[in-house]
């Protein structure tokens, strides 16, 4: 059995069999517009526009036959006949039958039918036949052109009936709009209006979502359709409108500035207690405007702008007796206006900012929680607005029939800071925070703070792919997300690039979001990373460097008709956003290496500039391509943040330095901050130790000029066993002198001398080095050397798991390699008398008090009682039970110093001390507390320091 699309040219001289589409009387308009968009999908791969009929006698030999269940007499008579069997999606949730039908009817060979279950379930059916024709969901938004095919053949291993999503309403919230989104709305469709909607509702279809809150800050959806075109188109396609946390009772917050007035019927005072019957008209106008639609009804109350609700000197009681009326209020005004039965109604109560206290109340004012008024209210939990999960549901909270939403960011504007540029999501930790939500039950309605849509396609994909099937993604499936990379990008480029080129996109996919969820480009300063310690800032100019070179050569390669597409998608935010990082950390360099006033300060300034112009230049070409379609996206600000916004932001100093008048040589260990420049009067010594570790087999050395005249030097050594890369030379602006050694030449820990001599100068370089049996070493045991022994979460001695629970690896996860949690997330260990551990073994130098600081991922708290418990054991010593916050940490707190620093740095350094032996120590790590998430594990004598760095101490030698 085979289904045909396939232009057939005159030439051919044999009859054209193009599918033609049964356009039912009784189907939904908007599935009828969906199946439209269908055959333009069809008309992007075959080259060929299908005919529709409204008639049976007209279907050809190849119809494609869709409709709705309850509203398609076709779909009822091949049921009825034996043809299809409806059975299997009538009454589901947004599911659809796709199944070849062989001669459904006389003078049909085969027929395509799409049913669906819902108007949603039949427009998903409509848009898989899309997706088997190689169409990408950003085809329209990105245009992702598809591959082109002679014919698409479809046969019975296409056959197909699809699963009810994982999460029953899945949306996106355009937000902080200005300057980006809205002048590209304003530029190309004239404002938030219907024609622009399409576009959007359009990209949600397509990526199997459902559910929208639109953009607010300037816009009102209800009226910029004009009038209630956005509303009306939206409903037509199945689109359920929802409204943000701050906009009760379907009107946007724009609306009552527009309708506000002394001698206005809704009053002057956005304030619920002095104008109550205008705030109360206001909402009962829009529930009779928009309460005929498919909504979702936000219930609450904030303050204008999304401020607080009340004046400063409310109390806690003052707000939670006000939000009470408020809802009351609603509710009365939903049954009166939308339906008198408010369990048919779907309302949702956003836990967001204060709100969440109100809810919640504290020991001396009961909360919200447990209101009959929000009986049957979906609760709507939140992430601390940098992507990590505030709480999830208690107990207690589980009981309640209303179900549980998460309103997620991958945009921000407001503190700690605002990040609305460029991708900074990461999918190792979004499937990490999202898998462990529905796993705690919240799955009625996910929204995630998508910005300007443009530069997130690739983290937006994913949440959609996420809340439709967690059986295929979820916590039972760790470590996916590289295969969903790949998916995706074989869907958005499939004949565009070869095998290795698609495997750099992923490669530069991977690389530039994980270095911008370590930093956000708006946040990132000159001295983030250090300019030389533990060489972080040079790795990171490599792979920076890297990302911008594959880009770089990929967009040589891309083949005309797919350019646009990867630019938008790929090449823009990764070179834009790695030109930014790489600007910020040779900035740092620039200044580190001019306060030793180097010559190479100033070939650093040129660069500076040469990534400030780069910046504006990517903009521009950003905004000119594909005939200006994506032109104001690229529009916000991003550079140099000195508060949470774009106040007062600048791009980096630029310093030049003046060279010395006489000959100088300034010599340093690559990564390392100290330097000497070997006069006769100072005589500094660098001491060098990297060769006591087994696996260091070189040393680089830093041999700079600073002067202007450049500097012969000679290399020098009194033993053997050290090998210098060269022994003379003349430097102008800086080299690298490589120094090997010969293991087979020592004698246990030995002492050797380097002089790096000029006509003025003679620095002398102390090199330490020894032979370390290894042999005699179990596996996975580390070595303390360089003062410090460093582990990374997933290189353990053992684990212990129990009934179920595992310690389970996150590849890939956090700022340098990966982590480690416990699966399935949702069990707190906290009374249990046996708990999963991590165990870790390492050689300490001395008997001697050491610093523990565990590197955890920047969880919240699961719960109100501020508590991340986490238990550490030193060989056989009592497990300290430890909580891994401060006692007053509050994440969303702008005072809470210990909250924005997990955000902006993305790591939460816990800082405990253990008694450590001489010799072998076990150490054992066990999990308390949900939430905990593991990174590295380093240890370092009390009272010592380890040099500065960002990404902490390089890991130390252990036996693999």
């Known amino acids: 059995?085979?289904?045909?699309?396939?232009?057939?040219?005159?030439?051919?001289?044999?009859?054209?069999?193009?599918?033609?589409?049964?356009?039912?009387?009784?189907?939904?308009?908007?599935?009828?517009?969906?199946?439209?968009?269908?055959?333009?999908?069809?008309?992007?791969?075959?080259?060929?526009?299908?005919?529709?009929?409204?008639?049976?006698?007209?279907?050809?030999?190849?119809?494609?036959?869709?409709?709705?269940?309850?509203?398609?007499?076709?779909?009822?008579?091949?049921?009825?006949?034996?043809?299809?069997?409806?059975?299997?999606?009538e009454g589901k949730r947004e599911v659809f039958l796709f199944q070849l039908v062989e001669e459904p009817y006389e003078g049909i060979s085969c027929a395509l039918v799409i049913a669906g279950s819902d108007k949603r379930g039949s427009i998903y059916g409509l848009f898989h036949l899309s997706e088997c024709m190689g169409v990408s969901a950003f085809v329209d938004w990105s245009d992702v052109r598809p591959t082109h095919k002679d014919k698409v053949i479809l046969t019975e291993k296409d056959n197909?009936?699809?699963?009810?999503?994982?999460?029953?309403?899945?949306?996106?919230?355009?937000n902080d709009e200005w300057p980006a989104f809205g002048n590209w709305a304003k530029i190309h469709f004239g404002g938030f209006n219907a024609k622009m909607y399409e576009h959007v509702f359009e990209l949600i279809l397509r990526l199997k979502g459902n559910y929208l809150w639109p953009a607010m800050w300037t816009a009102c959806f209800s009226c910029d359709g004009p009038g209630l075109l956005n509303a009306e188109l939206a409903d037509e396609y199945g689109i359920v409108l929802g409204s943000s946390h701050h906009e009760p009772c379907i009107r946007n917050g724009e609306e009552y500035s527009q309708v506000r007035g002394k001698d206005s019927i809704y009053g002057d005072a956005w304030n619920f207690r002095t104008n109550r019957n205008g705030i109360l008209r206001f909402w009962e106008d829009g529930l009779k405007r928009n309460g005929?639609?498919?909504?979702?009804?936000?219930?609450?109350?904030?303050?204008?702008?999304?401020s607080k609700i009340l004046e400063e000197d409310a109390t806690l009681e003052d707000n939670i007796e006000l939000l009470k009326d408020v809802i009351r209020e609603q509710n009365r005004l939903i049954r009166k206006n939308v339906c008198e039965d408010l369990s048919s109604t779907k309302r949702v109560f956003v836990l967001f900012s204060e709100v969440e206290a109100f809810f919640y109340g504290d020991e001396k004012t009961k909360g919200l929680i447990g209101d009959q008024e929000l009986d049957g209210v979906t609760l709507m939990l939140g992430d601390d607005n940098f992507g990590n999960l505030r709480g999830?549901?208690?107990?207690?909270?589980?009981?309640?029939?209303?179900?549980?939403?998460?309103y997620y960011h991958f945009d921000f504007h407001g503190g700690a800071c605002s990040y609305e540029w460029m991708n900074t999501i990461y999918l190792p930790k979004l499937w990490e925070q999202l898998s462990m939500a529905y796993d705690y039950g919240i799955s009625d309605i996910w929204v995630v703070n998508v910005g300007d849509i443009c530069f997130l396609e690739y983290p937006i994909s994913y949440f959609f792919?996420?809340?439709?099937?967690?059986?295929?993604?979820?916590?039972?499936?760790?470590?996916?997300?590289?295969?969903?990379?790949?998916q995706w990008i074989d869907r958005q480029f499939d004949s565009a690039f070869n095998k290795e080129d698609k495997k750099s996109i992923q490669e530069i996919l991977n690389g530039y979001t994980r270095i911008n969820h370590n930093r956000k480009p708006e946040v990132m300063k000159a001295f983030v990373y250090h300019p030389v310690n533990f060489d972080e800032s040079e790795n990171l100019l490599k792979e920076a460097g890297q990302i911008i070179d594959q880009v770089n050569e990929l967009k040589t390669r891309c083949p005309k008709w797919a350019l646009p597409a990867f630019y938008e998608l790929i090449y823009f935010p990764a070179a834009a956003s790695m030109n930014v990082q790489k600007m910020q950390i040779v900035a740092g360099r620039n200044e580190f290496y001019a306060r030793q006033n180097r010559v190479e300060a100033n070939v650093l300034a040129k660069e500076i500039k040469w990534c400030i112009n780069e910046d504006k230049r990517l903009t521009k070409e950003?905004?000119?391509?594909?005939?200006?379609?994506?032109?104001?996206?690229?529009?916000?600000?991003?550079i140099g943040f000195m508060h949470w916004n774009e106040e007062g932001n600048c791009y980096p100093l630029v310093i030049?330095?003046?060279?010395?008048?006489?000959?100088?040589?300034?010599?340093?260990?690559?990564?390392?901050?100290?330097?000497?420049?070997?006069?006769?009067?100072?005589?500094?010594?660098?001491?060098?130790?990297?060769?006591?570790?087994?696996?260091?087999?070189?040393?680089?050395?830093?041999?700079?000029?600073?002067?202007?005249?450049?500097?012969?030097?000679?290399?020098?050594?009194?033993?053997?066993?050290?090998?210098?890369?060269?022994?003379?030379?003349?430097?102008?602006?800086?080299?690298?002198?490589?120094?090997?050694?010969?293991?087979?030449l020592l004698k246990g820990k030995e002492l050797g001398t380097v002089l790096i001599q000029t006509k003025t100068s003679e620095a002398q370089l102390e090199i330490w080095a020894q032979n370390t049996d290894v042999l005699t070493m179990d596996n996975n045991t580390?070595?303390?050397?360089?003062?410090?022994?460093?582990?990374?979460?997933?290189?353990?001695?053992?684990?212990?798991?129990?009934?179920?629970?595992?310690?389970?690896l996150i590849e890939n996860y956090g700022r340098t390699l990966s982590a480690m949690k416990v699966l399935p997330p949702q069990h707190d260990f906290t009374n249990d008398s046996e708990r999963p551990y991590l165990e870790y073994h390492f050689i300490a130098d001395q008997e001697k008090e050491y610093t523990l600081d565990l590197y955890l991922a920047p969880s919240n708290t699961a719960y109100r009682d501020h508590k991340l418990t986490v238990g550490i054991q030193l060989n056989e010593e009592e497990i300290q039970m430890t909580n891994a916050v401060g006692e007053h940490f509050c994440s969303q707190d702008f005072g809470c110093m210990e909250w924005i620093r997990g955000v902006m740095e993305n790591i939460h350094i816990h800082q405990s001390s253990v008694l450590c032996q001489c010799g072998l120590n076990r150490l054992r790590v066990y999990a308390v507390s949900p939430f905990m998430v593991l990174e590295k594990v380093v240890l370092y004598k009390k009272g010592t320091t380890i040099p500065t760095s960002y990404l902490g101490p390089r890991e130390s030698f252990y036996k693999k």
């Open 1 to 89: 059995m085979q289904f045909k699309i396939e232009k057939v040219t005159k030439a051919d001289k044999r009859i054209v069999e193009e599918p033609i589409f049964y356009m039912e009387p009784d189907a939904y308009s908007g599935v009828r517009k969906v199946a439209d968009k269908v055959r333009e999908d069809v008309k992007r791969v075959v080259e060929f526009l299908p005919e529709t009929t409204k008639k049976r006698e007209k279907l050809g030999k190849y119809p494609v036959i869709y409709g709705t269940i309850g509203h398609s007499k076709i779909l009822e008579d091949l049921h009825h006949s034996g043809k299809i069997n409806l059975s299997v999606v």
């Open 160 to 174: 197909y009936i699809s699963k009810e999503p994982s999460v029953k309403y899945r949306g996106l919230f355009i």
């Open 292 to 306: 005929k639609f498919e909504n979702i009804i936000t219930l609450g109350m904030r303050g204008e702008q999304d």
């Open 392 to 406: 999830v549901p208690t107990e207690q909270m589980k009981e309640h029939n209303g179900g549980y939403g998460l």
């Open 465 to 486: 792919e996420l809340a439709y099937d967690m059986e295929k993604w979820g916590s039972s499936k760790p470590n996916m997300t590289d295969y969903f990379t790949k």
């Open 622 to 638: 950003y905004h000119h391509i594909n005939d200006r379609k994506w032109e104001g996206m690229g529009l916000s600000e991003h």
């Open 656 to 744: 030049e330095i003046e060279p010395a008048n006489k000959p100088r040589l300034i010599v340093a260990k690559s990564d390392c901050s100290e330097f000497t420049e070997g006069f006769n009067w100072t005589r500094k010594t660098l001491k060098i130790e990297d060769f006591l570790r087994p696996d260091v087999d070189e040393v680089r050395i830093d041999l700079a000029c600073g002067s202007r005249e450049s500097v012969e030097y000679e290399v020098k050594s009194d033993c053997s066993w050290i090998i210098p890369s060269n022994y003379c030379g003349c430097v102008d602006n800086k080299e690298v002198l490589r120094l090997k050694i010969d293991r087979s």
């Open 782 to 808: 580390f070595l303390e050397r360089d003062g410090y022994i460093a582990m990374e979460a997933a290189h353990y001695y053992k684990k212990h798991d129990i009934d179920g629970y595992c310690f389970t």
